[in-house]
Structures are given as C-alpha cells and as structure tokens.
C-alpha cells in the first residue's frame, strides 16, 4: 500500500505566495511521476503542475510563470511553489502519484488534499 500526504494549504491573500508538500511512502518500486492537481467548488478537477522521473516539469497555462514544481522522486517528494496567487487558485490541491510495481504494473496513489484559499 501507498500513502500520500499534502501538507501546506491555508489561507494567503491575493497576491501572496505558498508551497505545498506531498509526500508518498509505502511499497514503492518505482514512482514515474508526481502530479498536482485541484478542484474548485462546481468544478471538475484539473491539473496544475506534474513533475517526471526524468525531471521534465509541465504546467496549466493558468499557473504557467507563477507556480513551480521541484522535487525527489527517488525519495517521492514533491513540492509546490506557488507565487503570485490569485482569487482563482481557491481549490483543494491534492497529489497524485503514479508508480509501478515491481511486475511493471501501473498504478496511481492520491492524497487526501489540503484546502488552499485566496482572499482578496
């Protein structure tokens, strides 16, 4: 079994900045990626930033130049840097972590998500 915890959320004024925190433990064979993702009330989940193995970061066009992802996948941590934050980033982050096992099976792990809230 696969744990994954976010840590970070709160509440920041517009404009202010946050990190979040994931972190995965368990029977790891290999972790391929670390996503973040986020729902706003009334809307579908979305991804925001994803980091690879091989260190290649992708990103919304919404969060483009304000967040940035960075972390270990070898000791499956991620962080998110997010500056410059909008009314619009309100949503719960939550973590997604895609492993494989050690017979070359995929499989994806989330977190319980952590509440992040804007205030203008």
């Known amino acids: 079994q696969v744990q994954v915890v976010e840590t970070g959320g709160g509440l920041v004024q517009a404009g202010g900045s946050l990190r979040l925190s994931c972190a995965a433990s368990?029977?790891?064979?290999?972790?391929?990626?670390i996503s973040w993702y986020r729902q706003a009330p009334g809307k579908q989940r979305e991804m925001v930033a994803s980091?690879?193995?091989?260190?290649?970061?992708n990103y919304a066009d919404s969060v483009k130049g304000r967040f940035t992802i960075s972390g270990d996948l070898a000791k499956n941590t991620v962080d998110l840097q997010m500056n410059s934050l909008k009314s619009e980033d309100t949503a719960v982050y939550y973590c997604?972590?895609?492993?494989?096992?050690?017979?070359?099976?995929?499989?994806?792990?989330w977190g319980q998500g952590t509440q992040v809230t804007v205030s203008t």
């Open positions: 980091i690879t193995s091989g260190g290649r970061a």
């Open positions: 997604r972590v895609n492993v494989n096992s050690e017979w070359d099976n995929r499989f994806d792990y």
């Open positions: 368990g029977t790891i064979f290999r972790t391929n990626a």
